[in-house]
Each structure stands twice: as C-alpha cells, then as structure tokens.
C-alpha cells in the first residue's frame, strides 16, 4: 500500500472517531446530529488554520453553497466543541476567539498582534524544560499552552 492510501486511510479513521465522538457529545447534551452541524466539524478537520467563527461560516457557504446555516449554529457548535475540549481557541480580546480542531498534536503557536497571523511550532527543548520545572516544583502537569506575542517577519518589513 502507498504512503498516499495509507495516510488517507489514517485520516479516514480518524475522522470517523472524531464523528463518533461529536455524535456522543450531541446525545449527552440532548441535542439532535445535523448536516450542519457535521459540516462544521468537517471543516475545522480539514482546515489548517485558525479560524473565526465568522471565517469558518463564510468558508462552509463557498463550500456548501446550498447549505443553510446561520452563524448562531456556527457559534453554539463552536462553544460546545470548546466546553468539551475537541476544539480549542485562542483569544485575540476585542477581536474575539480563532479556533483549532483539538486532535491535533501538541504544538504553540506564535501570534502576530498587527496582521493576527498565526504560527505554530514544536520545540522539544521547550516541553522538555517545561516539564522538568513543573516536577522541580512538585506540580503535576495535566496540559499547557504556549503563546508568544509579538510581529511576524513580514509586519516587520511593511
């Protein structure tokens, strides 16, 4: 089997549990499945960026012309996959929240506070000596999120 085949299966897979899971969530919270609400999550999986949930609505309309969902649908699911941590966000204050599927690996993210850019990154120094100063000071550590602010290389320049 191909690296391609292989890697779509994965990703199939892991779309199907991720499906299972929102369909799990729906029912704990006595809430019916809908296309819409299957679109949203489809679309934060296939997505790479962060995205608002305005530019997550405008990106399902392109993609789903026909598709009626309104932005309160787009919200309400949004703050339902936060509260049970399949989704995660980062806040930019009075711009409001970008969003991230949370299945993703670990990761930071460094944020440009003139364009709103966002880069992630992995440094495994980093986690290393995170985790070594939280079991210096006895602390357990469950999760963390890094979040660096300043200006991309490319505000820089303009």
């Known amino acids: 089997m191909s690296d391609i085949t292989t890697n ?4 199939t897979i ?22 819409q609400r299957e679109v949203i999550l489809e679309t934060l999986y296939d997505s790479d960026e962060h995205l608002t949930p305005e530019s997550l609505h405008n990106l399902i309309q392109e993609k789903f012309p026909d ?19 399949m989704v995660t966000s980062l806040s930019f204050g009075a ?11 670990h990761h930071d993210h ?3 506070t003139e364009c709103g850019s966002i ?9 290393h000596r ?6 210096e000071l006895g602390f357990f550590m469950k ?9 991309c290389k490319l505000c820089q320049q303009t």
């Open 8 to 11: 779509f299966n994965d990703r």
């Open 14 to 35: 892991e779309y199907e549990q991720l499906l299972n899971d929102f369909k799990v969530l729906l029912k704990k919270n006595a809430l019916k499945f809908t296309i």
């Open 67 to 85: 598709l009626k969902i309104g932005i309160a649908t787009v919200y309400r699911t949004l703050s339902l996959l936060e509260d049970s941590s």
């Open 95 to 105: 711009q409001g929240k970008k969003y991230e599927l949370g299945a993703k690996d």
């Open 110 to 112: 460094l944020i440009c």
């Open 119 to 127: 880069t992630e990154f992995v440094d495994e120094q980093i986690e």
């Open 130 to 135: 995170q985790h070594k100063i939280a079991d």
């Open 143 to 151: 999760d963390h999120s890094m979040q660096i602010y300043g200006i």
